[in-house]
């Protein structure tokens, strides 16, 4: 069982948006403002896609957002495309330690 | 631009030691936190713990006695060791590197993220 949670798929038609939730408690995501957000394609490594909750690295486009209320962080992608199609974890430091999501599979119909 | 490989053994018998490395190019490893995540096969994925360059350490509790993370700064690697393994520590094993920042007011590195990531390498626990 992961510490923190989100739902196992969500599925989106291209072009529009959806939101994967990350639930965690006061003592990670609830405390610190250091939520990131990967996404995983088959057989590949993570990429960052979001970092202290709402930033974009470089390179990333701005299709992707992040936000946070209370306990509960969120990662938005906008104008959805075939290519968004992946698993997604989001994941937060937590006092001295880090935790992850159990990760999201994003289905693109 | 920065690079990461891991390189080790891809089989380990049970009770063995696991022994990974990474070796980073393009860049220096001094200044910088860095980190091993593992991901079993069809799961999600797990922090294992992460060193500075000066060789300060911080490890997952969960994993703690049996973990060893090392860096060579002269050969710009750093390192993993996991004790004792199990079926259970079949994975894919990544090394990344960590975006974060020190706390002067609580004394206290804080991770933000993992910015670069190496391929990863599989390690298969079984006789």
């Known amino acids: 069982q992961s510490a923190l949670t989100q739902p196992a798929s969500v599925s989106g038609s291209p072009g529009q948006s959806i939101t994967i939730s990350c639930t965690g408690t006061s003592s990670d995501v609830g405390s610190y403002n250091l939520v990131s957000w990967y996404q995983q394609h088959p057989g590949k490594a993570p990429k960052l896609m979001i970092y202290e909750g709402s930033k974009r690295p470089s390179g990333v486009s701005n299709r992707f957002s992040g936000s946070k209320s209370g306990n509960t962080a969120s990662l938005t992608i906008s104008g959805l495309q075939a290519e968004d199609e992946a698993d997604y974890y989001c994941?937060?430091?937590?006092?001295?330690?880090?935790?992850f999501g159990g990760g999201t599979k994003l289905t693109v119909l | 631009q920065v690079q990461l490989q891991e390189s080790g053994p891809g089989l380990v018998k049970p009770s063995e030691t696991l022994s990974l490395t990474c070796t980073v190019s393009?860049?220096?490893?001094?200044?910088?936190?860095w980190s091993w995540i593992r991901q079993p096969p069809g799961k999600g994925l797990e922090w294992i713990g992460y060193i500075y360059y000066s060789g300060s350490t911080n490890y997952n509790p969960s994993l703690k006695s049996r973990v060893t993370i090392s860096v060579d700064t002269s050969k710009n690697q750093f390192s993993l060791k996991l004790s004792s393994v199990t079926a259970a520590d079949t994975a894919v094993y990544y090394c990344?590197?960590?975006?974060?920042?020190?706390?002067?007011?609580?004394?206290?590195?804080?991770?933000?993220?993992?910015?670069?990531w190496g391929q990863g390498t599989m390690v298969t626990v079984s006789s």
């Open positions: 994941c937060s430091y937590a006092g001295s330690k880090v935790v």
């Open positions: 990344a590197r960590v975006k974060g920042y020190y706390d002067y007011i609580w004394g206290s590195y804080r991770l933000d993220a993992f910015d670069i």
């Open positions: 393009g860049g220096s490893i001094s200044s910088y936190y």
